[in-house]
Nanobody
């Protein structure tokens, strides 16, 4: 009933760009913080960026200056524009409901949070 769905991932060369989308169904995103997280194979899930209901934005040091988060409440969607992509950006990208964390995410927090299914981003030549 309540779903968060990521899309827009794919294979891109280093230096390239992708725009990820996080679309909500069954509820509206207007008043929620929405976070973007990523998880590389064998790595812990980590926060990348988040945006608040009043449009404050936050970025991990590893992506600031390259990524940009935005939201379109009329479309019930949050976006992550990713530029100047690097191989270390590779991973499954998830959006999360009401979670704004820029560090690694604990197992407990993962279980307490509503996530989408994830979208794969691969940066490789």
């Amino acid at each position: 009933q309540l779903q968060l769905v990521e899309s827009g991932g794919g294979l891109v060369q280093p230096g390239g760009s992708l725009r990820l989308s996080c679309a909500a169904s069954g509820f509206t995103l207007d008043y929620y913080n929405i976070g973007w997280f990523r998880q590389a194979p064998g790595k812990e899930r980590e926060g990348v960026s988040c945006i608040s209901g009043d449009l404050r934005t936050y970025y991990a040091d590893s992506v600031k200056g390259r990524f940009s988060i935005s939201r379109d409440n009329a479309k019930n969607t949050v976006y992550l524009q990713m530029n100047s992509l690097r191989p270390e950006d590779t991973g499954v990208y998830y959006c999360a409901l009401d979670l704004c964390s820029l560090g690694y995410v604990s197992k407990q927090q993962i279980d307490l949070t509503s996530w989408g299914q994830g979208t794969q981003v691969t940066v490789s030549s």
